[in-house]
């Protein structure tokens, strides 16, 4: 069965820290990739997606960076954080027009 | 930048009762999703109707599809307490991977 895994749930880093979060995607092929986050109550702003390997379409300029190493693995990254970069990270998967899977989300909270 | 926008923001209900939300678009569409997300939590896939239909059931939600007005309603009948979440819409342009979230409807169920 196809499943989204994303890691950490939860993350406190200070300013200034670097970042990487990781998702993992099993049972499925060159799946489309994407990483987009959440500001409270609000929607969902996209901020990288992926078509294939090595392949990142940037949506918003900002301190984030993306890698795709591997065709089922995405991952964010950032060398220095900010405080605006709190907030809920969600990687998601899609083949087709099937509709996204989402993992369940990371939390970050930069102090 | 945002392409669909929900209405009402929030939405407070009795169990039994139905749900009604809408959600209208910009630009014209390959097709057009409906998700569910409980607090906290990643986004989960519900039904999604392409451009040419417009009308589709999944169990006790039907979605309609309005291409002329941009718009398109979620129905869930006979509403649950478990019904509790946001939800949003997200529309899919056509020759593009991506999808476009509204900011979402908070659906509360009053047992």
Request: with cysteine; hydrophobic share 30%; glycine share 8%.
């Amino acid at each position: 069965s196809q499943t989204i895994h994303q890691w950490p749930a939860t993350l406190v880093q200070p300013v200034g820290s670097p970042l990487s979060l990781e998702c993992t995607v099993e049972g499925t092929s060159n799946p489309n990739l994407y990483w987009y986050r959440q500001a409270a109550g609000r929607g969902l702003q996209l901020l990288f997606y992926s078509v294939g390997i090595g392949q990142i379409s940037s949506e918003v300029p900002q301190n984030l960076s993306a890698s795709r190493p591997q065709d089922r693995q995405f991952i964010l990254s950032s060398k220095k954080l900010l405080l605006s970069d709190s907030g809920f990270y969600l990687c998601a998967w899609s083949v087709g027009q099937n509709g996204y899977t989402f993992g369940s989300g990371t939390r970050l909270t930069v102090v | 930048s945002q392409q669909g926008e929900e209405d009402p923001q929030a939405l407070s209900i009795q169990e039994g009762e139905n749900a009604t939300m809408n959600c209208s678009y910009k630009t014209s569409i390959n097709n057009l999703q409906w998700y569910r997300q409980n607090s906290g939590r990643g986004l989960v896939h519900l039904i999604l109707i392409r451009s040419n239909e417009r009308e589709k059931h999944s169990g006790r939600l039907r979605v309609t599809l309005d291409t002329s007005k941009k718009s398109s309603s979620l129905l869930i009948t006979a509403s649950r307490a478990a019904d509790t979440a946001s939800y949003f819409c997200a529309t899919e342009v056509a020759n593009d991977y991506k999808l476009s979230f509204g900011a979402g409807t908070t659906v509360t169920v009053r047992a």
